[in-house]
């Protein structure tokens, strides 16, 4: 026996999609965290990176163009004699169908026809003086008695659809029921706000008005305070609409209003509505204006519809603006977004929102004790996997890579094996050499199942590296000229890739960030990923060198390994005071410091490397001197590889010569 089961689908109505993927934040830590190594705070760093966007996603500062456009466009095209110009027509049918009437009329009495004719050669230019003049003439036309009437109807409708959306195209053809259960509608209204700003009112009251005329409120709004949210927008907009016409047209529209269903009542009943929506809302805009330069004329109804686009534009450009105090993303209004600039924008703030939520609430991001954001421990490590994975790739690409073998006897078998040598003591990798030998025979067109012989050439021995575990002293220079020359975020990357080596791959090391400027001092990798670079003169790597020092004698069964990453010549040392001395052109007693601090680190056995960045002449000798007196090495690097320079020069020292081309370190 079998179930089946009936699927229903239907078509997906908005909201995030539950079929997207997660947000991938790898983009926007590495972006965040590369503004962080510039100087910039976390907060600011993240802000940033929201405004721009991704590679391929819209940043806050793309959807505010796109706001500021569509904002441009509305101006640009449109204007707001819409409603005066259906007028006149109307008024020039009327009058030109009365006209021909007159002249076909042979009954009529000629001193009447002289009379009309008169009426209608003499109307005041004023369309709305014209219209009221006609309000009593007695017309022969029927044709054009029904023009002159549509201009009341059209009147009362767009007057109400300032008021209503919609109501223009609701009242089509409305019979005198239909426009008497509007006036209804008014008065029940205005009832309800009377008593609501009174603090009369009660649910009751709002739910039986409701009930009675919702028709005309398709916002269906579910409370008084949202029925009055939407009628003073609504109003408000309708007000800005007439600050923004010439006062010729605010006069036309104004003497014009008389006529409206032929009924004053209804003005009143709007003025009134008006009246109340003021007082209870006077948070609203109702003085604001536009400067309409387009050739599209709007009629009074769509002309407040575009007053409201305006107006949630103007608000949209405020919530991406994000300037605010206790901004977030979250109060981007998406559903306003997808109406103005379309689907695909709500899509992308909708994202940028999740960024900045998942950011937050994942980890990434956590407050310090001074109350700041700092990138958390868990994005630390996320980027230094990142930027080591890079530092691999470089490494691996590099021309020339060294391919001495040494490997101790006493030393812990690598998992590989290579071809034998001679002075080799490593154990034979028994499976290997076996192998090779059974490939060599048959492809010699032997048998090996007739007996098998050994050749030099078929002998693997296994591999092992030796175990000396490491104490490092990174030493970077922090001095300004590596801000001012575009060295200091790769200083930064290159000091996070080591780190998370060490930290991950290579745990029985030791590694020991110290930076030095005026003054030499450790840091942890939090604290040198966010240094800012500071406007200190001085570089004293005599006092580096005094820490790394320290450091090694902490670590007394470890091999030193001295890593120094410099732009410029010492031009600071450190007094017996604890003072620093600083003097440019360099001090000959800084050099004499700096130098014996580093015979000192030498005759401790010390491998040293110095990582010289840039060509200056003077920094270039300095820099070869010492690294003789030490036995030590050179490594001029470009600053785009400088990671890759040091991991390697790292590696050197770990695996002592053995060649390292397998970068499962980096995975």
Do not use: C
């Not at 995030?16 to 965040?32: G, Q, R, S």
């Not at 080591?498 to 990798?525: C, E, N, P």
């Not at 300095?622 to 990671?643: K, Q």
Request: glycine residues 8%; aromatic residues 6%.
């Amino acid at each position: 026996m079998s179930v089946h089961h009936r699927s229903r689908y239907s078509r997906y109505a908005g909201g995030p999609d539950p079929l997207a993927p997660p947000v991938d934040l790898a983009e926007a830590l590495d972006a965040v965290a590369e503004d962080v190594m510039a100087g910039y705070s976390p907060r600011h760093a993240l802000q940033a990176y929201l405004r721009r966007g991704g590679r391929n996603r819209e940043g806050l500062d793309d959807l505010a163009g796109r706001v500021q456009q569509r904002r441009k466009h509305l101006l640009g095209r449109h204007k707001l004699d819409g409603t005066l110009n259906e007028v006149q027509k109307l008024l020039e049918t009327a009058v030109l169908e009365e006209r021909k009437q007159l002249a076909r009329d042979v009954r009529m009495d000629d001193t009447d026809r002289a009379f009309r004719e008169m009426q209608l050669q003499n109307l005041p230019q004023s369309t709305a003086a014209a219209v009221n003049e006609l309000a009593s003439y007695d017309w022969q036309s029927s044709t054009a008695r029904e023009a002159y009437e549509q201009i009341k109807y059209l009147l009362g409708r767009e007057i109400l659809d300032q008021r209503f959306a919609g109501m223009k195209e609701a009242l089509e053809g409305a019979t005198e029921e239909d426009r008497a259960a509007v006036a209804e509608m008014l008065a029940d209204l205005n009832e309800l706000l009377d008593k609501h700003r009174r603090g009369e009112d009660t649910d009751a009251d709002f739910q039986d008005f409701m009930a009675k005329h919702g028709q005309y409120f398709p916002e269906n709004p579910q409370s008084v305070e949202e029925l009055i949210d939407a009628l003073a927008q609504r109003a408000a907009a309708a007000q800005r609409l007439m600050q923004s016409m010439s006062a010729e047209q605010r006069e036309e529209l104004m003497r014009l209003s008389a006529q409206a269903f032929g009924s004053p009542e209804l003005m009143a009943q709007l003025g009134q509505l008006d009246a109340n929506l003021q007082a209870l809302r006077p948070g609203e805009d109702w003085s604001g204006s536009e400067r309409f330069e387009g050739e599209e004329g709007l009629g009074l109804g769509d002309g407040t519809g575009v007053l409201q686009d305006l107006a949630e534009l103007d608000e949209l450009a405020e919530q991406l603006s994000q300037s605010y105090t206790g901004s977030r993303l979250d109060d981007l209004d998406l559903d306003a977004l997808a109406r103005q600039l379309g689907q695909d924008a709500a899509v992308s703030a909708r994202t940028l929102a999740e960024i900045e939520k998942a950011m937050h609430d994942g980890g990434f991001l956590q407050r310090g004790a001074d109350g700041d954001l700092k990138l958390s421990p868990q994005a630390m490590r996320r980027l230094g996997r990142s930027l080591l994975r890079d530092t691999a790739k470089q490494l691996s690409g590099r021309q020339g890579r060294r391919d001495t073998r040494v490997s101790g006897a006493a030393g812990e078998q690598t998992g590989s094996s290579r071809p034998w040598e001679f002075g080799d003591a490593e154990p034979w990798d028994v499976t290997r050499t076996i192998t090779n030998a059974i490939r060599r025979t048959i492809a010699d067109g032997g048998d090996p199942r007739r007996g098998l012989r050994l050749a030099v050439d078929d002998i693997e021995v296994t591999e092992t590296e030796a175990r000396t575990q490491a104490a490092v002293a990174l030493l970077v220079d922090v001095s300004f000229s590596m801000a001012a020359e575009g060295r200091w975020v790769p200083m930064k990357r290159t000091a996070l890739a080591l780190h998370h080596l060490v930290s991950t791959k290579f745990r029985g090391d030791r590694l020991q960030l110290i930076s030095f400027g005026r003054y030499a001092q450790t840091m942890d990798i939090g604290e040198l990923t966010a240094l800012p670079a500071l406007r200190e003169q001085g570089t004293n790597l005599h006092h580096g060198l005094l820490l790394a020092g320290r450091f090694f004698r902490q670590h007394p069964s470890m091999q030193p390994v001295l890593l120094v990453v410099t732009d410029g010549e010492p031009t600071a040392h450190l007094e017996a005071d604890g003072e620093s001395w600083f003097s440019y052109p360099p001090d000959p007693e800084t050099i004499r410091v700096t130098v014996a601090e580093l015979d000192r680190l030498g005759r401790a056995g010390t491998q040293a490397t110095f990582f010289r960045l840039g060509n200056d002449p003077g920094l270039e000798r300095f820099v070869a001197r010492m690294a003789r007196r030490v036995d030590g090495r050179v490594v001029a690097p470009d600053a785009g590889d400088l990671g890759a320079a040091v991991v390697g020069e790292y590696l050197r020292a770990h695996f002592r010569g053995r060649a390292y081309g397998d970068d499962d370190w980096a995975k």
